[in-house]
């Protein structure tokens, strides 16, 4: 399986309707693209200081399946229109486990 996870911090001018935004739109991929098998994302719970404002956490069953939601249309128009726009950092990983 592979496992992408995605780390962004906002700009200081991002709404909070910009930020739930993000979450809601992230919400509706897991119908839309077949080949995730768990997606996770959430706000940074402030538990510990020096940490990133949110996570998305995404399992495929293989590479391909991974290719296929990374490329998917609806997934990169979303990241587009609502995520580009706020993000001030990004950073992000895969990982086979």
Request: charged share 25%.
């Amino acid at each position: 399986m592979i496992r992408h996870v995605v780390l962004f911090n906002w700009t200081a001018d991002a709404t909070d309707e910009q930020k739930e935004r993000v979450a809601a739109e992230l919400g509706r991929l897991p119908a839309l693209i077949p080949s995730l098998r768990a997606y996770h994302f959430g706000s940074n719970a402030g538990i510990n200081p020096g940490t990133w404002d949110f996570a998305v956490v995404a399992d495929c069953d293989d590479l391909d399946g991974y290719l296929a939601y990374r490329d998917n249309p609806e997934h990169r128009a979303m990241i587009d229109k609502h995520i580009t726009p706020i993000v001030a950092q990004r950073a992000a990983t895969q990982y086979e486990f």
